[in-house]
């Protein structure tokens, strides 16, 4: 009876992974480097920034302008978290070469790049953290509360705008990011659809992070939202999902199985809205799935892919 239930088991777990398709072995390509002919994008920064909406924090964030900039033109935007390792040009993400590549091609528009790292409880940003977390990560970016969404909102997109000309148009602009950043992406987003209407989301911490179950009030965390997606009015998003099979699994939860929930949810919510033909908006959703671990590497690889997507028409 034992051998039985193990082979049972050991069906349903092969059951399961049949069903996922995986990439496997991705490695970086031609977009995430320099290529001749291309126009040469800058990198501006980094800048530090006191947030007063987020209390004694500093932070630093970096600009990339694309050659192809007017400023008698709106740029679409890209804002991506934890900046540093987003702008670091040897390593998994490498956004700003992305941009410089796939706007010569014409595959995106012209897209200035806003890449903020979290902010740090100190008078001056520490100089030296490198890649390492500052110390307010998790609580800004794990929160379901709306405070991040403000941050970027009502301080970084005028912050920037008042050298360079942002477009108004939530359907131009993107968010997006890794771990605890891509569940921060997607916050804004939620929160401020007029705002954020594309979301790229890597190993996203879908997770229990930010619950806070004996606090009053309870502050719910990245575990409730595939919850929220089944009950609540559907929001104008288009959201690029990327996790690995052999991510996190840990006292926050089963962190590809949470990846996997919140798409199960939003094809749900759709199916749920077409069968009771309500008017609005539908989740518009892809996922990628992989065989990586918790780390930027294939959300890195797929940076590509994944802004194609978010802007293809």
């Not at 403000?150 to 131009?172: A, C, G, H, Q």
């Not at 993107?174 to 007029?194: E, L, N, Y």
């Not at 609005?280 to 590497?297: E, I």
């Amino acid at each position: 009876m034992k051998f039985r239930f193990l082979l049972s088991l050991l069906f349903f777990g092969i059951t399961l992974s049949a069903q996922l398709e995986l990439r496997i072995n991705l490695e970086l390509t031609p977009d995430h480097l320099p290529q001749p002919g291309v126009p040469r994008g800058e990198l501006k920064g980094p800048y530090e920034f006191h947030s007063k909406i987020i209390e004694g924090t500093v932070r630093q964030y970096w600009i990339f302008v694309p050659a192809q900039y007017e400023a008698s033109k709106p740029a679409s935007v890209l804002v991506f978290q934890d900046g540093f390792r987003a702008t670091n040009p040897v390593g998994s993400i490498r956004a700003p070469q992305v941009l410089e590549n796939l706007i010569a091609k014409g595959d995106i528009p012209v897209t200035i790049g806003i890449f903020i790292s979290p902010g740090n409880t100190s008078e001056k940003y520490p100089d030296n953290l490198g890649s390492s977390n500052p110390n307010n990560r998790a609580q800004e970016y794990d929160a379901m509360n709306d405070r991040y969404s403000r941050f970027i909102v009502e301080e970084m997109l005028p912050e920037v705008s008042k050298n360079y000309n942002l477009t108004k148009d939530p359907e131009e602009r993107c968010i997006g990011g890794t771990s605890s950043g891509a569940i921060a992406a997607f916050t804004v987003a939620w929160h401020r659809p007029d705002m954020f209407r594309k979301v790229f989301s890597g190993i996203g911490s879908y997770v229990s992070i930010g619950f806070r179950p004996y606090e009053t009030p309870i502050k719910l965390g990245g575990q409730d939202y595939p919850a929220l997606i089944r009950r609540e009015e559907i929001r104008p998003m288009r959201i690029f999902f990327q996790d690995g099979s052999n991510d996190l699994s840990n006292e926050w939860g089963d962190w590809f199985l949470a990846n996997q929930q919140m798409v199960s949810a939003m094809k749900y919510a759709n199916e749920y809205a077409d069968k009771k033909q309500l008017a609005g908006p539908r989740y518009a959703f892809t996922a990628v799935w992989t065989d990586g671990k918790h780390s930027d590497k294939d959300p890195g690889a797929l940076l590509p892919e994944g802004l194609r997507w978010l802007w293809k028409k």
